[in-house]
Structure formats: C-alpha cells, structure tokens
C-alpha cells in the first residue's frame, strides 16, 4: 500500500504523539467522528483499548488512521493544534474557577471573629466592620534581642521612639502580594497584639480583589501540632485544600514564587526546629517530619522563591536564625489615634464609645495597656454599653458571682495549665470530663467548640480551644497562683489527676505528640511574667 505524506508523518511521530495527545483522546475522537475521518466501529475500537490507559487508546488511534488512509490522517493532522488549544483553554477556565473557589474557602475560614458575639447582638454589622488600622514597624532582617525583661514591657515604647520605619497593614499587604519579592517575612507581636487577624485581613483583602497574581496558603503551628505521622508537603496541602488535589503537583513544580505561604503562631508550634542538621529536601513528594517540613519552606530547599509570611510571638522569633529572614515587621499596636477609633467601631453607640474612651484616656495604665488589641477588646466588651457595668448595683453583685463561678475556673485554669505544659491549644469532650467540666454555659463563655477532622476515619469529632490563647495563659496563671497559694504543686496535680487518664484516653494516639515541652522552670516563669503583667 502506497504511503501518502501525512500518514508517513504520523508514522514518524507516533512516539511524540502518544506522549502529548493522549489527554486529549476525547476530543480528538469526537472531532474525527464528526468531519467523518473515523467510523462508529473505529470509535469502539480505540475505546476497547481504555483497560489499558489513554495511551494505548492514543496508539490505537493512529492504527485506526494509518488504515484508513491518507485522507484521514491529513483531517487528523488538520486538527490536531485547535483541540490542544481548545483542551488548554478548558483547562485553564477550570483551573481559573479552582482557585476562585479557593479564595472563597479562604475568606470563609479567615473570616473575624468577635467571640463573645456582642456586635452581632448590639451593632449588626457585617464583619468588616470589626478592623480597625492598626501600626507596624519595619526592618530588613532582625538581630536576636536579650530576653531580660517581659516582653509586653516595651509595649507603647515604638510610640515614643520612633526608632523603626513605621508603616500601616496596606504597605505589609503590599509587599506580600503585589511585589514579586520572595523569602521569609517574619511578623512579631506580644500576646493579643493582633498577628493572627492580620493575617486573617491579609487573606480576606485577598479574596476580594482580582488582579493579584498569587495565591495565598495558610497553615497555622496549632493545626500543624496535630500531624503525627510523616508526610510530604504535597500531601499536607492537598489534604488542607482539597479543591487545589487536582492542579497541586503542576503548581508546585511550575512556579512556586506564585505562593504566599502563611505559617502563624510559630511560638505555639511544639516540635523543635534544627536548622542546623535537618536533612536538605527540595522534593514536595518526599515524606519526612513535619518539622523537617517547615526547616525546609524556610531555607528555601522546598519551594524555592515562594514567599513565607511567619508569625510569632517575640520569645520564639529566635526560633528561626536571623540570616533566613529578609523582612522583619513588629506589630506596635494601636496608636492613640487608632485605639479611639476602635471603641467607636466597636461600641454600641457613639455616646458609649465617648464614654469608654473617657474611661480610658483618663487611666494611663489602661491606655499604655489598650495600645494591644486584645486589651481594647475585653474593655469594649466589658463596657460597650458605656460602663453600665461599673455602675454600683453589678459591682456588688460581682463577688457574689465570682464566689460562685471560682470551682468552675480552677477546674478550667486547671486544664489550661496542662495545656500550656503540653503546648496543646486544643482539648477533647474527653480532657473536659478529666476535669469534671461540663458544655454549660459558662463553660461557653470562656470555650469555643470546633469540629475537628480525624483523617484516619474520615469523621468529624467535637473539639475545644479557650476563646483566645491569652485566655488559656491567663487562666493557667490564676490556677497556678490559687494552688501555690493553698501549698498544693501545680504540677504534681496536673500528672496524676488529668495525664493519665488523658494517656489512657482511646484518642491518645492522635495526640502522641503532646508531651511535656515546657520545663518545670520555664513554666514557673512564663506563668510569673503573665502575672506581674497582669
Ligand atoms: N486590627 C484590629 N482591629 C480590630 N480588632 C483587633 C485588631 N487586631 C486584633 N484585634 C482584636 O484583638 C484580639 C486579639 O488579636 P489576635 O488574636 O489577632 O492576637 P495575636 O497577636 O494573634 O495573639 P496571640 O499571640 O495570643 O495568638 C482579636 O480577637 C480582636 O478582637
């Protein structure tokens, strides 16, 4: 049989042919039936071959044309560059709508939260609402500062100084996502000064705005502080962003300064990072600890040029050596100007927040003390409605209150003393039990519930985390205080009435990584330095 010149050519290039266009078979099959090149029987012929995968589908193809001919193989080779472009263009829309759909999912999981609800109940107003501009300041790199005194100490000093660059969320937002620069940025700030709902500001802006190019990652320590098992870094983010499964392994390998990586709170994460003798890794596939995980997105080994924007408080910033970090952004706080915008943002009325600034700016410890968020929050959720609660008739009734709810709060300081000692932030039905608590309302008040993933059975499972970490400090604190105070150890306590039962607990397994990773005596002065400061 004569060979006519289009049959020869995909003769010659059976073996490219195979390698680039069998994962558009479909298509291809659908275009050929349809101008007339193959036959139904053809169509079933080449189908027959799918047990074998769409390669072997692809070669029975070229067999089906080389048989029929010159005419054939010339439609074939006719519309072999529109369907590639045809599948690309399809792949790309589907691609564009992955990562729309990721956006969402991002702003839903960084959504505000303002915990105790109040704003919802007096304000109604919608989430955005809840930000209020707030100061950081900027250097390149950080040297490694003496840990001598408490560090909320030097809170309010960057006001009077001046020694940094100061600078506002918009130039962080911008440096992380609208400039191509890469490596890792390193956010520091006391407790409650705000890390985490930058963070979830960072994201949200985000979602919400089309022209940026990257895509956003986050993973906090605490979520991380679960994994026990080895895996690779393509598995732990494709189990965190399922909708991303499909397209992960071409994202990571094509482009990765396309990534901002988000990691907050590297003070609570509870392995110990060796940047010295962790093994060099550059595969994403690679299964290894997570902690080899993490030194390696930080020396650049596993995705080299992404962006990492790290979160710490400033004990652990030293966590990480100075020369692996290029931007070093402290969050100062809320300025004077600022903390009285936030009570008028947050307060029910412009009166009430007149009211409760006046309160404020009249007690300088209390203003030196509202340039932190949190603080800001707990007065204007105290005294949102102005101080109604500071009005005789609720401050009689608070010891009467307190009296009541003080078994309630050893038992919770309780476990959030053994929380800190295992660096745990989160807690089981089964922990709360150990400690005689129970879902009351109360309970409610100072627990959020949250509905944890247990990957092994694919189910759902209940879980607890105090409303805000300096909640669980302070509470440790108190238990620590009422138990030295009665002659009882604080620690010997925590062993035999709760770590055994929680050893023994059927779900033990899952926290095998929760051992003690807080020393007798580091204990002692983490829970001095929240006392004094309180
Ligand atoms: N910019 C802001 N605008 C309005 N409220 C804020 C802002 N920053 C923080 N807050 C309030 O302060 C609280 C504490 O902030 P956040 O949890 O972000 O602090 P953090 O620095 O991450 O604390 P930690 O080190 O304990 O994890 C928030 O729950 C929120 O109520």
Redesign the pocket.
């Known amino acids: 049989m004569d060979v006519g010149p289009c049959s020869a050519e995909i003769q010659q290039r059976r073996v490219e042919l195979v390698e680039n266009y069998s994962e558009h078979l479909t298509r291809l099959l659908d275009v050929l039936f349809n101008v007339g090149a193959v036959t139904e029987e053809d169509l079933s012929l080449v189908r027959g071959s799918a047990v074998l995968g769409e390669r072997e589908c692809m070669r029975a193809l070229l067999d089906v044309l080389h048989g029929r001919g010159e005419e054939s193989c010339r439609a074939f080779l006719y519309i072999l560059p529109s369907v590639q472009d045809e599948t690309t263009k399809l792949g790309q829309a589907n691609r564009q709508e992955h990562l729309r759909k990721h956006k969402d999912i991002l702003a839903r999981q960084h959504g505000?939260?303002?915990?105790l609800s109040i704003r919802e109940q007096t304000l109604g107003q919608d989430q955005t609402g809840?930000?209020?501009?707030?100061t950081f300041s900027r250097q390149a790199g950080y040297a490694s500062s003496s840990q001598c005194r408490h560090e909320s100490a030097g809170v309010g000093d960057a006001f009077r100084t001046h020694a940094d660059e100061i600078c506002i969320?918009k130039d962080v937002y911008e440096n992380l996502l609208c400039s191509p620069a890469s490596g890792v940025n390193m956010l520091s700030?006391?407790?409650?000064?705000?890390?985490?709902?930058?963070?979830?500001?960072l994201v949200r802006e985000w979602a919400a705005e089309t022209k940026s190019s990257k895509i956003i990652l986050s993973l906090s320590f605490r979520e991380l502080n679960l994994i026990t098992q080895e895996q690779s870094l393509q598995d732990l983010l494709s189990d965190h962003y399922i909708h991303l499964k499909p397209f992960l392994h071409e994202l990571l390998n094509s482009n990765p300064t396309q990534f901002l990586l988000i990691l907050?709170?590297l003070?609570?994460f509870c392995y110990p990072l060796n940047f010295e003798h962790t093994p060099k890794c550059s595969d994403p596939e690679r299964v290894q600890p997570i902690q080899s995980i993490v030194v390696n997105l930080i020396k650049g080994n596993l995705l080299p040029g992404v962006s990492i924007f790290l979160?710490?408080?400033p004990h652990a910033v030293s966590k990480v050596p100075p020369v692996l970090v290029s931007l070093f952004y402290s969050?100062l706080g809320?300025s004077v100007a600022?903390q009285k915008q936030?009570f008028e943002?947050?307060c029910s009325s412009p009166e009430a927040a007149e009211a409760v600034w006046a309160s404020v700016s009249s007690h300088k410890p209390l203003l030196l003390m509202c340039h932190?968020?949190?603080?800001?929050?707990i007065v204007s959720t105290a005294l949102h409605d102005g101080g109604s609660c500071l009005c005789p008739d609720s401050v009689s009734h608070a010891p009467h209150v307190l009296s009541e709810m003080q078994p309630i709060l050893k038992s919770l300081g309780a476990m959030a003393f053994k929380g800190l000692l295992e660096r745990r932030f989160i807690f089981e039905s089964t922990d709360l039990n150990s400690f005689n608590l129970d879902s009351t309302k109360l309970l409610q008040v100072f627990l959020s519930e949250i509905l944890k993933e247990d990957r092994a059975s694919l189910t759902f499972e209940k879980g607890f985390h105090f409303?805000?970490?300096?909640v669980q400090?302070f509470l440790a604190a108190l238990y620590y205080v009422l138990q030295s105070l009665s002659g009882s150890d604080p620690f010997a306590v925590q062993i035999c009435s709760s770590y055994q039962s929680f050893l023994s607990s059927q779900h033990s397994g899952k926290y095998c990584n929760c051992r003690y990773n807080c020393s007798e005596a580091d204990m002692k002065h983490l829970m001095l330095n929240i006392i004094i400061f309180l």
């Open positions: 505000l939260v303002d915990y809840c930000w209020t501009d707030i969320f700030g006391v407790a409650g000064s705000g890390k985490t709902t930058v963070v979830r500001r907050d709170g003070d609570e979160t710490s408080r969050l809320f600022q936030y943002q947050n932190i968020p949190a603080f800001c929050w409303i805000h970490t300096s400090e």
